[in-house]
């Protein structure tokens, strides 16, 4: 059992930058992929990133990629996702994920933990 917490969100103007936590409970957090995933007003949750076990593999929404950069911490139990050149598009809460498995990773259903979300809002 993984329980999953964001923080960080917040307010940010356009092409600000913020950086989004998810701390984990339990000791097996090194052995879950971990992904971020998004959901904006009236639209449905959206993949964002993911992240392997180890940190060695990284993948990106093509919306994203350059601008955020998914990280891990597996001493500290914690993901981040560090967002840069935010523009009002991002707006959304952020959910964090943790994934038993590595396949999938791109798809809500490759999840089996989620957390309850942060806000991120960026305005023009």
């Known amino acids: 059992q993984v329980q999953l917490v964001e923080s960080g969100g917040g307010l940010v103007q356009a092409g600000g930058s913020l950086r989004i936590t998810c701390a984990a409970s339990?000791?097996?957090?090194?052995?879950?992929?971990m992904g971020w995933f998004r959901q904006a007003p009236g639209k449905e949750r959206e993949f964002v990133a993911a992240?392997?076990?180890?940190?060695?593999?990284?993948y990106y929404r093509d919306s994203v990629k350059g601008r955020f950069t998914i990280s891990r911490d597996n001493a500290k139990n914690t993901v981040y996702l560090q967002m840069n050149s935010l523009n009002p598009e991002d707006t959304a809460v952020y959910y964090c994920?943790?994934?038993?498995?590595?396949?999938?990773?791109?798809?809500?259903?490759?999840?089996?933990?989620w957390g309850q979300g942060t806000r991120v809002t960026v305005s023009s």
């Open positions: 994920a943790a994934a038993m498995g590595s396949g999938g990773l791109g798809y809500e259903t490759g999840y089996d933990y």
């Open positions: 339990g000791r097996t957090f090194s052995s879950y992929a």
């Open positions: 992240i392997t076990w180890s940190g060695g593999s990284t």
